[in-house]
């Protein structure tokens, strides 16, 4: 069974989308939005949505006892091995969800777990730095133009995320 796909324009938050779609009874899917107005990372922090970068969300059911440090490192390997076959570039996990390159931010995924009709979610936001990144304040960040020389396809980069999910969904299982 492949993942649903939603595209908008601008949102709120993925994340936000994502729990609306598996309140309804959608059990799983992928958000993808052009922009994020209100994109959130860990502890409540802001994600800068910058344009041209990926801002999705991916969701599915997990089972009931399944360990959240071992979900979180699953994911920023999932992602890390998708990036890598772009950057070519050591890829480190600053624990718990950020990637870098260069010790520089290019990626932070952010996880919720939501319970709908006695069934437990996994919500993950992924934020990718493609062709810009923000200014944080010691934090440095980058983006995969920046650090390759050429500007990867959005949505070929969401249907490689989409195609690493699929293939180790029984990881959650």
């Given at each position: 069974?492949?993942?649903?796909?939603?595209?908008?324009?601008?949102?709120?938050?993925?994340?936000?989308?994502?729990?609306?779609?598996?309140?309804?009874?959608?059990?799983?899917?992928?958000?993808?939005?052009?922009?994020?107005?209100?994109?959130?990372?860990?502890?409540?922090?802001?994600?800068?949505?910058?344009?041209?970068?990926?801002?999705?969300?991916?969701?599915?059911?997990?089972?009931?006892?399944?360990?959240?440090?071992?979900?979180?490192?699953?994911?920023?390997?999932?992602?890390?091995?998708?990036?890598?076959?772009?950057?070519?570039?050591?890829?480190?996990?600053?624990?718990?969800?950020?990637?870098?390159?260069?010790?520089?931010?290019?990626?932070?995924?952010?996880?919720?777990?939501?319970?709908?009709?006695k069934k437990k979610f996994i919500i993950i936001g992924i934020g990718i730095n493609?062709?810009?990144?923000?200014?944080?304040?010691?934090?440095?960040?980058?983006?995969?133009l920046t650090e390759t020389g050429f500007k990867v396809k959005k949505y070929n980069?969401?249907?490689?995320?989409?195609?690493?999910?699929?293939?180790?969904?029984?990881?959650?299982?």
């Open positions: 069974m492949s993942f649903k796909k939603f595209f908008y324009k601008k949102v709120n938050s993925t994340n936000d989308l994502a729990i609306k779609k598996i309140k309804v009874g959608i059990t799983k899917g992928i958000i993808i939005a052009d922009y994020q107005k209100k994109g959130r990372g860990q502890q409540g922090k802001k994600w800068l949505s910058l344009k041209g970068n990926v801002f999705m969300s991916i969701f599915f059911e997990i089972k009931e006892n399944i360990n959240i440090k071992k979900i979180t490192n699953l994911n920023c390997i999932i992602i890390k091995k998708v990036l890598f076959q772009y950057i070519k570039k050591t890829i480190t996990i600053k624990s718990p969800n950020d990637l870098l390159v260069n010790k520089k931010k290019v990626c932070g995924i952010l996880q919720e777990i939501k319970f709908n009709q493609l062709v810009k990144n923000p200014v944080i304040k010691n934090y440095p960040t980058t983006n995969i980069l969401i249907k490689n995320i989409e195609k690493n999910y699929t293939k180790n969904l029984k990881l959650f299982a």
